[in-house]
């Protein structure tokens, strides 16, 4: 039986509104914008990174100026996804 797992090595991919199955990411850079979130079904992320660029990018820059403790803000931010809490 074939295997149909793609690899992509040490590229730079778009992930918004697309659907990844099956897909080994080798040192990639994924790259969301803050479109429709990506689906990941069954793929391996070996030393890949995400980066987060346009309207992903200014939504994490502020809940990252909203998380230190001076701020009396980090519950809120922490709220808002409970699993950073783990």
């Known amino acids: 039986m074939a ?7 040490s590229d ?5 509104g697309k659907t990844f199955t099956d897909v080994n990411f080798d040192g990639a850079t994924l790259v969301y914008g803050g479109g429709t979130p990506p689906a990941f079904n069954n793929c391996r992320f ?3 990174s995400f980066t ?8 994490l820059a502020f809940l990252k100026a909203m998380a230190p403790a001076h701020t009396n803000m980090r519950g809120v931010v922490l709220g808002l996804i409970p699993e950073l809490n783990d």
């Open 3 to 9: 295997s149909n797992i793609e690899t992509i090595v």
């Open 12 to 16: 730079r991919v778009n992930v918004d």
């Open 46 to 48: 070996n030393t890949a």
């Open 52 to 59: 987060f660029e346009g309207a992903a990018g200014n939504t």
